[in-house]
């Protein structure tokens, strides 16, 4: 059974990460990150850069983290961006209102007395919590009567509170601003130049990899809850009329667990299912979204996930943001539960809308139309000098707002204003226009391009969730030595490649080392040398423990015949090849060219009783 609290031991004492600012104390929600998780992390990144940003030719762009309150205002962040919290009525502690209900309910349920129906009430009210509002939760926190689980106090009403962290910009204080949320902003305000980079053509995807933060209430499971965080995120731009992709035959015949809002309503298991036949009958809205949901599973499996731990969950009605066509978490299942690490989202064309709306610079992709088309234009042409005597400061907020009315909409203004006034809204103000300030323009258009505002795909990764999940994954103990842990973590993505371990500290092994690190760096192999006292098994070990997959022994052979062994960490089975073949071995073993099955069948087995 896995033990977390050893594997959390491990990260510790070998300094893949600890707490921040911990001889002050320690701030949760903050990590900072060793030599060995920094190692992690960075191959984590390149992996998924060469899995996406390369492999699907996507454009890379790194935008500002510190983001002006306007657009996180247009984006709706500054309204929506919250979270329930419920507070200890006598020590004012915070909680986050669904993990109290989640964590309260299944303390319930694993308790032997607690009545078979309130179980079952509970477990109603775990597969659909995720699209509960402040009423549902009180209403359940009232029914089964869960407390304050430090002091057993009651608790208030849920109240909303905003994750973003604010800041000023500048010395005056004026300008408001927010630590950036997410990443995908800074490529939504970017399209027009990235359309423009991509030669006006659709479909094209965008990609940032950066930091975003989010003030959680209340973090308290290591780096799968952290208030700054690594996201890598995509934002493919496609016709809302036709989201096919060229590539999608491919992956079709790639299998998922898919875990239905269908089937979490009717409280049926998650169901296995050929990507291709779930686009196919609608389970899955889209070719788009389902290729890069299969694509989302290579890159879990590649980088070290358990198959059978990983399945996607598709957003209920209720709790799917009301402009979103479709929505499925990659979810992976550890010690903490089902944690979401992937959001796979359809968000139609809400955000470039959004941006318009705010800064009236059109966010719009032209389409050739196959034939001609005739449209009848209805605008509102204001005139400036009139309205700008009337109004001053805001002639320009009038103009904007006039440009994006309707056809509809300027009907109406005709009416009005023949009656005497038009009251025009923009924003929370309202502006009074009279006769003269405004006329109407009609006119007959040709058209051989429509503009179209884009629809999103949006796969978005929390890479410290994937980077935890990955470590428990791949946490062992030794069989028959319960003791002795270690990590078997895939070649590709180990913080070190390779270790050296000279049989004894003799000297004439040190030109021996310089020749193997020089033979494994030629690669851009890491490698770690271990020379300490210690017996060579208590080396292995030490090794192990860290996820080194590969370990090179320099022995008194190597002096006679230019070889060395190679021990395989996960089997500790050893294999003798020569000095100078050794970069390339490792190297195809690393890159999966080479299996170790393969290289132990090519090259001599080699005996150690040292373990």
């Known amino acids: ?41 960075a191959n984590l990144l390149s992996e998924w850069r060469k899995h996406f940003v390369l492999e699907e030719g996507m454009l890379e762009v790194d935008c500002s983290s510190l983001t002006p309150e306007p657009v996180l205002k247009a984006s709706g962040h500054v309204d929506r961006f919250a979270d329930w919290m419920v507070k200890d009525l006598k020590t004012g502690e915070c909680f986050r209102a669904d993990h109290l209900i989640k964590n309260s309910a299944e303390k319930v349920m694993a308790d032997a007395k607690a009545p078979a129906d309130t179980k079952a009430a509970l477990q109603d009210v775990l597969a659909q919590l995720e699209g509960f509002d402040d009423k549902d939760m009180h209403r359940v926190i ?15 009403e849920p109240i909303a509170f905003n994750l973003m962290f604010p800041t000023q910009i500048g010395p005056t204080g004026d300008f408001k601003a927010f630590l950036r949320p997410e990443t995908a902003q800074g490529i939504f305000v970017n399209f027009k130049r990235l359309l423009e980079f991509n030669q006006g053509k659709l479909p094209f995807a965008a990609a940032q990899i950066g930091l975003g933060f989010r003030n959680e209430i ?41 875990f239905s809002a269908c089937n979490q309503m009717d409280g049926q298991p998650a169901q296995r299912w050929k990507i291709g036949d779930a686009v196919k009958q609608g389970v899955v809205n889209n070719e788009t979204l389902g290729y890069y949901m299969a694509r989302c599973q290579q890159f879990c499996l590649k980088v070290g996930v358990d198959p059978a731990r990983l399945r996607f969950r598709q957003h209920l009605s209720n709790e799917m943001a009301h402009y979103a066509q479709d929505c499925w978490d990659a979810e992976i299942l550890t010690s903490y539960g089902w944690i979401e690490c992937v959001g796979n989202a359809d968000r139609a064309c809400y955000d470039l809308q959004q941006h318009y709306k705010a800064t009236n610079v059109k966010l719009v992709a032209e389409k ?43 009907e109406v203004l005709e009416k009005e204003i023949e009656k005497g006034v038009y009251n025009l809204k923009v924003d929370a103000d309202t502006f009074e226009l009279k006769k003269g300030m405004v006329s109407v323009k009609r006119a007959e258009k040709r058209l051989h391009v429509e503009e179209i505002t884009p629809s999103v795909i949006e796969p978005s990764y929390g890479i410290g969730r994937i980077m935890y999940s990955v470590l428990e994954h791949a946490f062992r103990a030794r069989e028959g030595d319960e003791a002795r842990n270690f990590l078997v973590l895939p070649p590709l993505v180990a913080p070190i490649k390779c270790s050296i371990l000279p049989i004894s500290n003799n000297e004439q092994f040190v030109p021996i080392i310089e020749q193997v690190k020089d033979r494994l760096r030629e690669h851009d192999l890491s490698v770690r040398v271990d020379d300490s006292a210690g017996s060579i098994g208590k080396r292995y070990a030490r090794t192990d423990e860290i996820g080194i997959p590969f370990g090179v022994t320099v022995d008194f052979e190597s002096e006679k015949t230019s070889t060395v062994t190679v021990r395989h960490a996960e089997s500790m089975e050893q294999i003798r090849i020569k000095i100078d073949e050794l970069g390339s071995i490792v190297h195809s073993m690393v890159v999966g060219r080479l299996t170790w099955a393969q290289a132990r069948e090519k090259y001599p087995h080699f005996e150690t009783k040292a373990e």
Not at 14 to 39: E, H, K, N
Not at 222 to 246: N, Q, Y
Request: proline share 5%.
């Open 1 to 41: 059974s896995f033990d977390r609290l050893k594997l959390e031991d491990l990260l510790k004492r070998r300094f893949f990460w600890d707490q921040s600012f911990a001889i002050y104390g320690g701030v949760t929600g903050l990590y900072d990150f060793g030599p060995m998780g920094c190692a992690l992390k």
């Open 142 to 156: 009232t029914q089964f009567g869960f407390k304050s689980p430090i002091t057993g106090n009651d608790l208030t």
């Open 218 to 258: 209340s973090p308290r499971q290591g780096l799968i809850r952290v208030r700054e965080f690594t996201m890598c995120e995509i934002e493919h731009f496609v016709d809302p009329a036709d989201k096919s992709f060229p590539k999608f035959v491919k992956v079709a015949d790639t299998e998922l667990t898919l």
């Open 368 to 410: 050739t139309l196959t034939e001609p088309r005739l449209v009848n234009v209805v605008e509102a042409v204001p005139a400036m000098g009139v309205i700008g005597k009337e109004h001053r400061k805001d002639a320009k907020r009038i103009q904007a707002a006039l440009s994006q009315l309707t056809k509809e909409e300027v």
